[in-house]
């Protein structure tokens, strides 16, 4: 959609008078961000340092996931969330399954990471942008919800227990925890002497990768099991996302022009993005996906059937396109519906 909407530009002789550079990086879902980085170095070799935003895949615009909210809501990631990656390792002596001894390396290590999901890591709910969030969407709930989101600070313990309940709300208010992979053992029956479990924590932005830490080593609880740090990164700083922030601006109006009845919030990007390698440019980095999403399309995502409608596809590529065109403007009240303009 990106390069559909940059071919137009060229098809109609539009020149953007504010350069715009794009950069894609063929890895960036392995983790490995190599690309990125020798993209990020090009472009300091071409003298640029500093930008006046970025914009980068993100949250898709949803329908139907938020109970009350009828509306379209369009999520603009302000921030991200940090990553820890941690090897969870026990030791011990083999065996023959005919005399065991009393723990098994699979039982210990199997302990600790029951504890690590049953041991949620505290909400953050009233401390990050998730906030500002849910008081926008106000608005548009029922008064039952009115009075709960206008008030979180005195209904945080109802209100995280409620967003407790379903994993793509849990994701929003607090650090999550997901073991990945548990490997031990290779015979019937042998007792094996090493078991080991990789766990991927995505960190609010309120919190950091050591306190991550002491809180696992905490509800661990058990000297025996290994902790070893794979992989890690800090949460990323928050851009702005109010009236004078100009990114944030030409997002939101461009938004309006494809979707005029989406409501256009801030929010915290839960994935992570290449968007680490691009940080010494500008703090104004926002993550946004111009997709739809129904109820259902969550467990598309890198997985059976997942897909874009020719109707979305048709948008991304307006989306892109205004987007550019946006970015040249000084002043972005307008939000004329463009829709149909390819």
Do not use: C
């Not at 980068?56 to 938020?66: A, R, T």
């Not at 998730?130 to 709930?141: A, H, N, S, W």
């Not at 995502?301 to 596809?313: A, D, L, Q, T």
Request: proline share 6%; charged share 20%.
């Amino acid at each position: 959609a990106i390069l559909e909407a940059s071919e137009y530009l060229v098809i109609k002789g539009i020149v953007p008078k504010r350069s715009f550079y794009i950069a894609f990086g063929h890895n960036e879902e392995l983790f490995d961000g190599s690309e990125a980085y020798k993209l990020a170095q090009e472009i300091v070799k071409q003298g640029v340092t500093e930008l006046e935003f970025i914009s980068d895949e993100g949250m898709p615009l949803s329908e139907g996931l938020l109970p009350g909210v009828s509306v379209p809501v369009a999520s603009i990631g302000v921030s991200e969330k940090g990553s820890l990656l941690l090897k969870l390792s026990v030791h011990g002596e083999p065996g023959h399954s005919s005399m065991p001894q009393r723990e098994s390396t699979i039982g210990i290590l199997a302990n600790a990471v029951n504890n690590l999901e049953t041991n949620l890591h505290p909400s953050k709910l009233g401390q990050g942008v998730e906030t500002d969030m849910l008081e926008q969407l106000v608005p548009e709930m029922n008064i039952f919800q009115r009075v709960l989101m206008a008030n979180i600070w005195f209904f945080k313990p109802l209100l995280s227990w409620v967003m407790s309940m379903k994993p793509l709300t849990s994701a929003t208010i607090r650090t999550v925890t997901a073991v990945t992979k548990f490997q031990a053992g290779i015979k019937n029956n042998i007792i094996p002497p090493h078991a080991e479990a990789i766990v991927n924590h995505r960190i609010h932005p309120s919190q950091t990768v050591d306190e991550v830490i002491k809180f696992d080593k905490s509800v661990i609880a058990d000297d025996r099991v290994n902790i070893e740090v794979l992989n890690k990164m800090e949460p990323h700083p928050v851009a702005g996302y109010g009236k004078k922030d100009f990114g944030f601006q030409v997002l939101k109006t461009t938004i309006n022009q494809i979707w005029p009845k989406a409501l256009v919030v801030p929010a915290i990007m839960l994935g992570n993005t290449d968007t680490r390698f691009y940080l010494n440019f500008t703090k104004n980095v926002y993550r946004f996906s111009p997709t739809y999403m129904y109820p259902g399309d969550a467990a598309r995502f890198h997985g059976i059937n997942e897909r874009v409608s020719i109707k979305n596809y048709e948008q991304a590529i307006n989306f892109f396109y205004h987007l550019i065109r946006n970015a040249d403007r000084t002043d972005l009240v307008s939000t004329h519906e463009g829709h149909h303009d390819l």
